[in-house]
């Protein structure tokens, strides 16, 4: 990519925006459409760096099922927060973007919208042209070392090198997941000395680590169609049906995803069971005989063949070893305790939750810039005059499948829009 326009120590902006991800991106974008004269401050090598990781390096560009208020549904009470923006550049909105700028999408199970490439690193391409094009300004490597305001305003960001003025600005820094991508919670830090209330950010759509010793072995299992409760002192806190997947040391795939915020509240006061549903369409009943039908069909069969047309193989010996049961025992040989115990391994099988697996691996920040002090129809502060927020920094939190980054975009173009004209 070619050099863009370079700063100056004597240059005054209309616009300075701290954080080249995707909600910064857009806000410079919009700004620039706007008619501001735009500068944007990455602390990495190059804008967008996190987006080549998203949707496991194919963008899951937004999730396109449903209307404005289905969408913020996922988000609970603070989705109202996002009706403005979403109003303003929403899904469709955002499709439509995309294909203006000559990247071709296409829709998949659930409402999920990728590009039609299937690589992320093209929907990053697409913003650093438009960024060319605008002739957006902009300085990477940067270190910001303070930011200077008075009581309601900013007054100017300094870094190592030069400071730069604006008449607005906007922090787009992101959360703390991911921190190699340069999300280490700096825009908090911002944002408090100038007067706004964290809530405390925590990891959100991550990983389990789980107890069980059996796990490393099924390394790279992956559920579907299965039903995964979340307990905690036998009571149910949450229910999910879809995939999962099996880890080295625990779980991931989008059920646990999603589960990982309500559980590490559940942690944070004791002990959490996942249990696991392999046979979510089935009844105890109809399952009883299920098992029944293949024991005496195949009653000169070992048990431990017999499961391969129930369960993936991978899981088999682990079922055994839980059930106590001989995996050379015959199918006739097969007790009714002992098909009793498959039964409810089938549709109760136990995991025990040992922690989340943090920041590094989460996909999202839970928690930051509380709502309260945002003004939901322009992103700006209600603090700082001059002061604007998109993007993760904020206390929102959505599902997987494209809500989180269609927050990026709609606060993002907001913000930019609206820190332009005022």
């Not at 998949?108 to 690589?119: A, L, N, T, V, Y």
């Not at 825009?187 to 059996?214: C, D, F, N, S």
């Not at 009714?336 to 996909?363: C, H, N, W, Y």
């Not at 920040?365 to 700082?384: A, Y």
Request: hydrophobic share 40%.
């Amino acid at each position: 990519m070619n050099k863009l326009k370079t700063v100056s120590q004597a240059e005054q902006y209309d616009l300075a925006i701290i954080g080249a991800g995707p909600a910064g991106m857009m806000a410079a974008i919009r700004a620039s459409e706007c008619g501001a004269n735009v500068i944007l401050l990455e602390k990495n090598q190059m804008p967008g760096i996190k987006l080549l990781m998203t949707g496991k390096e194919r963008c899951n560009i937004t999730n396109a099922e449903g209307d404005v208020l289905k969408f913020t549904a996922h988000f609970g009470k603070k989705g109202k927060f996002l009706l403005s923006a979403l109003h303003r550049f929403g899904m469709k909105e955002t499709i439509e973007f995309f294909h203006k700028n000559k990247l071709k999408t296409v829709r998949e199970r659930g409402g999920r919208i990728f590009p039609e490439s299937d690589k992320a690193k093209d929907v990053r391409e697409l913003f650093l042209r438009l960024i060319k094009q605008h002739n957006i300004s902009r300085i990477v490597n940067c270190k910001i070392k303070k930011i200077c305001h008075t009581q309601n305003n900013i007054e100017k960001i300094v870094l190592d090198k030069v400071e730069i003025k604006a008449r607005n600005y906007i922090i787009s820094t992101g959360g703390l997941s991911y921190p190699q991508t340069g999300s280490t919670g700096e825009g908090y830090k911002w944002a408090k000395q100038m007067g706004h209330t964290i809530i405390k950010p925590e990891p959100a759509l991550t990983p389990i680590i789980v107890k069980e010793k059996w796990v490393k072995g099924l390394e790279g299992l992956s559920l579907k169609n299965v039903r995964i409760s979340l307990y905690q002192n036998m009571k149910k806190q949450d229910d999910r049906f879809g995939e999962a997947l099996f880890t080295g040391s625990g779980m991931s795939g989008p059920i646990i995803l999603d589960m990982s915020k309500t559980i590490g509240k559940l942690l944070a006061k004791g002990q959490a069971e996942l249990f696991i549903d392999f046979k979510a369409a089935l009844d105890f009943n109809i399952l009883d005989k299920r098992i029944l039908r293949d024991l005496e069909k195949y009653s000169n069969r070992s048990i431990k063949n017999i499961l391969s047309g129930l369960i993936p193989k991978k899981l088999i010996s682990v079922f055994l070893e839980l059930a106590k049961i001989d995996p050379e025992k015959k199918g006739h040989s097969v007790t009714k305790d002992e098909r009793k115990k498959l039964r409810l391994l089938l549709k109760q099988f136990p995991v025990t939750i040992k922690s989340l697996l943090g920041f590094s691996k989460a996909i999202i920040t839970t928690g930051g810039v509380t709502l309260k002090e945002v003004n939901p129809k322009t992103m700006g502060s209600r603090i700082i005059n001059n002061l604007y927020f998109a993007g993760e920094i904020l206390d929102l939190d959505g599902p997987t499948g494209g809500y989180n980054l269609q927050v990026c975009w709609s606060t993002g173009y907001l913000a930019g829009e609206n820190a332009a004209k005022n």
